[in-house]
């Protein structure tokens, strides 16, 4: 493999697959993205870098999944893929590119590392970058170092337990930030007091309108977020929270409550100087930030 070769990066949700070729300066190249089917999950995502690639053999890449994940094993057991299950996604990815390196991270901690590199995050000490989607992720970086933690979990943000409601999470608990602050809970929750849209994006485009109960959703998912951040900057002394992912794109109405309620929650001076920040990489900071991870290999 020649010191030219490409770096391959590969971003695996819930509802996408995204894949693309990134420059040793974080430049996409080229890049690809298509809907995570329900089925041949790992056929269609090899196919779909392949794509990406084209005539070229990457010489690293850089694997960005959903968790949890083991990165001793290579494994992954997204949440929202119930096909994959302790799945050995290094090893399928490397006997489809044999040669290359491989790398695994955390989905969000790879969209931290990208928006620390290049974009909202730039030269923060310490950051935390969440994902609000789906699901809600999180990952940290740390004296400017990704922190995945000994199992490549770290950061699990969305997971952080909360006193608001006793809402049950897909992973088994409640009161979780993503029970209450993910897309589809502020959704199912719009719909118990009467708003008949269908998604996030709809609820968002109604908020923005006025209508009451599709605020009052983006209200409460943010004083979720509110708790969590308060809670993650206690434990680790945060600069910065960079925010990304499809439900924080409705920018100001989710992004001003957010501001509001951590004002209101956070007491210790400390915690009071973070500050809450939109991601500026919009869908390739995971991308950007999977193929910096496959740099440091």
């Not at 298509?34 to 694997?63: C, F, Q, Y």
């Not at 959903?66 to 994959?84: C, F, H, Q, R």
């Not at 006793?166 to 199912?188: F, I, K, W």
């Not at 990304?244 to 992004?255: F, I």
Request: hydrophobic letters at 45%; glycine letters at 14%; proline letters at 6%.
């Amino acid at each position: 493999m020649t010191a030219n070769a490409p770096i391959l990066a590969i971003d695996i949700g819930g509802t996408k697959l995204a894949a693309a070729v990134v420059d040793e300066q974080g430049g996409v190249m080229s890049r690809g993205e298509i809907p995570t089917p329900s089925s041949a999950v790992a056929d269609t995502l090899i196919e779909l870098a392949k794509t990406v690639l084209g005539n070229e053999r990457p010489r690293t890449i850089g694997l960005a999944s959903a968790g949890p994940l083991d990165m001793v094993a290579g494994t992954v057991s997204p949440v929202n893929i119930p096909s994959w299950r302790d799945f050995p996604l290094c090893d399928t990815v490397a006997e489809a590119f044999p040669g290359a390196e491989t790398v695994l991270v955390g989905d969000a901690v790879a969209a931290a590392v990208g928006e620390h590199w290049r974009g909202a995050g730039a030269g923060a000490e310490a950051m935390l970058g969440i994902v609000v989607s789906t699901g809600v992720g999180g990952g940290l970086v740390l004296r400017g170092r990704a922190y995945p933690g000994p199992t490549g979990n770290a950061g699990h943000f969305g997971h952080m337990p909360t006193d608001l409601e006793p809402v049950l999470c897909a992973c088994g608990m409640t009161g979780c930030v993503e029970a209450l602050g993910s897309g589809p809970s502020m959704v199912r929750w719009a719909a118990q007091f009467g708003w008949r849209g269908a998604s996030a994006k709809e609820l968002a485009d109604d908020a923005r309108a006025g209508d009451s109960v599709a605020r009052a959703a983006f209200d409460r998912a943010a004083d979720a977020l509110a708790c969590g951040i308060v809670g993650a900057a206690a434990l680790v002394d945060l600069d910065v929270v960079v925010i990304g992912g499809g439900v924080a794109a409705a920018g100001p109405v989710l992004l001003d409550p957010l501001r509001a309620h951590l004002k209101r929650r956070a007491s210790l001076g400390f915690v009071q100087r973070v500050k809450a920040l939109p991601g500026t990489l919009g869908r390739d900071a995971g991308l950007i930030g999977a193929a910096r991870c496959a740099l440091e290999i």
